[in-house]
């Protein structure tokens, strides 16, 4: 097999050159969670022929391909963090692969190593699966465990779009029914909570629950894993393939959680908008999916003090989530109990204690579940990167990852401001005080996860896997003004502004990155688009798409991702930062001669005048047009300090290449 592109060394991706490089990608895409043609959540659907699907054509159709990768590599990135899910592989049955669809996700590999892009594959799941309010795992997976999807809506299980939007209605946005960003709400419901708790916990929790003699959490991982090791056989042998997502933002169920206790007291950060809502217990979601009516308070912050402002009527109608003749398993496993119809239970610290030691999540079942998925892949190529991850949830509360990571394993956390992502408001005229401390606060928590990577096995490479901004923010004023005619960059000045600040701040700690996301059948509509409970985060709109001759035609706000920057370093980047206002970039290598390939440098196609380029030393520069990369190569050890001028956007014109 041909060597890997993308390897790590201590903290840093290199190349096969030994360069260190910058990964700096996009998520592949958006509505890859969803069937194709017509599996988005802006139309209704019951589910029903969820054995029958298929996910071929996501993330985009096979013939698609060139355009839509030429356009992110021509944008500057070089790696995709490429979406699958486990129910696009297996959704017709437990080990009933799909295999046409891997067929075609081998070929979107290839096409990516043609456009120059590295890939790294994430299974990919949001509060479990479509069936519960996200997207990820097969259906069957709850047939498998007794459970039928089909109750979740009436038992206030699940908080799903299908069930809860009016499609009849004009209104796009309703947020009485179903409001903005509320799909993470499922992670406390008990659907979710269920099967999260079963897939990490289920021997320690319920042992005697067993599905074809073997104990469902077994059960469960192993068909994850088998799904993973499917794919994994069909890109084996791709180079651009440098490894895989141990599995997207996984939830925890209730584990390490008390029976009764619910969020309370004052609160602070930016976090704290993710306790508002409905604040579910253990005992609570134990007794809904039992079937018994329950009331849970909807939590609020009042004055910096969450408050129960009211209660929901959960499970009214006393529907069980048990299939008819399932016994609870984790009644049986004597969590609780019903007795006399008055529900109990004799342990308070059912799943968050065990031998009068607090669970560790992480070390007792993250640990395992990570050297679990390196065996699966590592087998069949040894240097695959493991990109892993935690619970984001639990991050806020100093919990990291587990001190003993399999070989080669990156932190691909993720990172969002939370207050923008949820209120969907960003101003659009910050003063220079205000830039500097939106700058700060993105550093500084850019800084807090890119430590959990420096305690990894000694140090290990960061990428954080996730990050980017809503671009329908400010009630979609975009789109409006789009739709009215006015073209250019300034109606998304108040995109283009977040995600400088945010790049400014991955560039200020050198970190890797993939922007979520590009979705190719995104819409400039509040109902449609990512396709996906109604989030729109992608960098490209088909609706904006209305020049085929220019590459950056679909790019929303190209002004703030398409960024000039160190791609890799003949030795070791030491400081890059780019000043869109002055027009200049600046970075400083620790230079290894003993590398014998240049530094190369990124340069955006808008900036077509001729920008002049200062290096130290005996160091020699030249400009590749076609693909826009500034090669510098140096001769000695010493530090090479290298500054472009004159990046700003102006007629085309060729770079000024010396002689």
Request: hydrophobic share 40%; charged share 20%.
């Amino acid at each position: 097999m041909s060597k890997q592109w993308i390897a790590a060394h201590g903290a840093s991706f290199v190349d096969t050159e030994g360069r260190q490089v910058i990964l700096r990608g996009v998520n592949l895409g958006g509505d890859c969670k969803l069937p194709f043609p017509d599996g988005g959540t802006d139309k209704p659907s019951d589910f029903s022929n969820h054995r029958e699907v298929s996910f071929i054509g996501r993330p985009l159709p096979l013939e698609e391909a060139d355009e839509h990768l030429g356009r992110i590599a021509g944008w500057g990135f070089n790696v995709l963090r490429l979406l699958v899910t486990w129910e696009a592989v297996e959704h017709a049955g437990p080990r009933q692969y799909d295999c046409a669809y891997l067929d075609y996700i081998r070929a979107i590999c290839v096409k990516a190593a043609e456009h120059r892009l590295a890939v790294f594959l994430d299974f990919h799941q949001d509060v479990w699966s479509r069936m519960s309010g996200g997207s990820g795992a097969p259906c069957w997976t709850f047939d498998a465990l007794g459970l039928d999807y089909r109750r979740f809506d009436t038992a206030n299980a699940a908080h799903v779009m299908q069930y809860r939007y009016d499609y009849a209605s004009p209104v796009k946005r309703q947020e009485d029914r179903y409001p903005s960003m509320s799909w993470p709400l499922n992670y406390r419901q008990p659907a979710n909570c269920i099967m999260w708790t079963a897939f990490f916990a289920g021997k320690t929790f319920t042992p005697d629950w067993k599905i074809d003699g073997i104990n469902v959490q077994d059960y469960l991982q192993d068909h994850y894993c088998g799904s993973m090791r499917a794919l994994a056989e069909r890109v084996v042998d791709l180079p651009n393939v440098i490894g895989f997502d141990t599995l997207n933002e996984p939830g925890l169920g209730w584990i390490g959680k008390k029976m009764t206790e619910r969020p309370s007291g004052k609160v602070a950060g930016d976090f704290a908008v993710g306790l508002v809502g409905p604040a579910w217990t253990p005992f609570d979601g134990l007794r809904v999916a039992r079937g018994l009516r329950t009331s849970v308070p909807q939590l609020a912050i009042v004055n910096d003090y969450l408050v129960a402002t009211s209660e929901i009527d959960a499970n009214p109608q006393g529907i069980s989530l048990w299939k008819d003749g399932v016994a609870d398993p984790f009644e049986q496993a004597g969590v609780w109990k019903i007795d006399h119809g008055v529900a109990s239970f004799p342990d308070e610290h059912f799943f968050a204690r065990r031998n009068d030691k607090a669970i560790d999540a992480e070390r007792e079942f993250m640990q395992p579940f990570f050297q679990k998925v390196a065996a699966t892949i590592r087998p069949l190529r040894a240097e695959w990167l493991l990109f892993a991850e935690i619970n984001p949830h639990v991050i806020v509360q100093g919990r990291s990852f587990p001190p003993e990571m399999p070989a080669a394993s990156v932190n691909a956390s993720h990172w969002y401001d939370i207050v923008l992502l949820v209120s969907k408001h960003f101003g659009t005229a910050l003063t220079a005080t205000e830039q500097k401390a939106t700058f700060e606060r993105y550093r500084f928590q850019l800084m807090f996860l890119k430590m959990f990577g420096d305690r990894i096995n000694g140090g290990a490479p960061t990428l954080i896997g996730e990050c980017g901004i809503p671009y329908d923010i400010n009630d979609g004023e975009s789109y409006a003004r789009w739709a009215a005619g006015e073209r250019g960059a300034d109606i998304w000045s108040a995109q283009t502004m977040a995600l400088s600040l945010m790049y400014d701040a991955l560039d200020s700690l050198l970190l890797s990155s993939t922007q979520w996301n590009y979705t190719a059948s995104n819409r400039n509509d509040l109902r449609v688009g990512d396709g996906w409970n109604q989030e729109d985060l992608s960098i490209y709109s088909r609706d904006q798409h209305t020049d085929a001759d220019d590459p950056d035609s679909g790019g929303r706000a190209v002004e703030g991702f398409c960024r000039p920057y160190v791609q890799r370093a003949q030795g070791r980047v030491k400081q890059c930062s780019y000043n869109a206002a002055a027009g200049t970039l600046n970075a400083t290598i620790d230079v290894d001669p003993g590398i014998k390939a240049a530094t190369e440098i990124y340069v955006p196609k808008r900036f077509s005048g001729a920008p002049e380029v200062s290096v130290g030393g005996d160091a020699q520069w030249s400009f590749d047009a076609k693909r826009r990369l500034l090669r510098i190569m140096a001769a000695s050890s010493a530090a090479l300090s290298i500054e472009v001028r004159g990046l700003r956007s102006a007629p085309a014109a060729p770079l000024a290449v010396p002689t």
